[in-house]
């Protein structure tokens, strides 16, 4: 056997060059982390470089992404402590929504009327601005949906409520921001769901996606 032959003390590193060499390894992991990783994974820019390599907008859509599967996570879980939707519901909420809308058919300003099918998502939306008061009141016909009263605009942004398994509604709500202003709606159901939304108030429009 050939034995390799012992280096000399000479040529190992020594202390020094091997700490400079740790220092200067820790720079660029810290580097990377700045400018890399915080950007692409959560939207986090101190530097700027991210915005400019177009990082910070893919950590934005990741962390608004999250965001999205973790309210969606919450309401799954909500729903499934209730139990299932019957027909019993199904009918209490004809008989009420039908009543109420006949209570109230002359006093409403807008109504909408839409059919989610069994996983379909639908939003509605009111224009409004600082301080505006708005009046609603929906009704879900065939089953029972998720929903989640919201808005967001300019960097500000207010969760009004949610809910899961819900048959109807009703209430009232004060705009803190200008903005569209309203429901993010999701039918969990195996049956489609007629929905029925009434409005009242201040505001400029309806705005419809579904």
């Known amino acids: 056997m050939n034995n390799a032959p012992k280096p000399n003390l000479e040529e190992l590193p020594t202390k020094a060059q091997l700490f400079r060499s740790s220092i200067i390894a820790g ?3 810290a580097v990377i982390l700045v400018t890399v990783y915080l950007p692409a994974e959560h939207a986090i820019d101190p530097t700027g470089i991210g915005r400019v390599l177009g ?10 992404l999250a965001a999205e599967a973790e309210a969606d996570r919450l309401l799954d879980e909500q729903l499934g402590q209730e139990q299932s939707s019957s027909v019993l519901d199904a009918v209490f909420g004809l008989v009420v929504g039908t009543a109420h809308a006949q209570e109230a058919q002359e ?17 509605i ?4 601005e600082a301080g505006n008061v708005a009046t609603y009141a929906w009704t879900a016909t065939g089953g029972r949906v998720n929903f989640d009263l919201h808005a967001h605009s300019g960097g500000e ?9 819900q048959t109807e509604g009703e209430g009232s709500i004060e705009a803190p921001f200008d903005g569209d202003h309203g429901w993010f709606w ?13 409005l009242r108030g201040e505001y400029s429009e309806v705005v419809k996606t579904y």
Not at 115 to 123: I, N
Not at 186 to 198: A, G, K
């Open 27 to 29: 720079i660029g992991a």
């Open 55 to 64: 990082l910070t907008e893919m950590g934005e859509i990741k962390v608004q």
């Open 107 to 123: 006093t409403w300003q807008d109504e909408v009327t839409f059919t989610l099918e069994p996983g379909a998502t639908a939003e």
């Open 125 to 128: 939306k009111m224009t409004m």
């Open 157 to 165: 942004s207010v969760d009004y409520e949610r809910g899961a398994g």
């Open 186 to 198: 999701r039918n969990r159901d195996s049956t489609p769901i007629t929905m029925t939304i009434q």
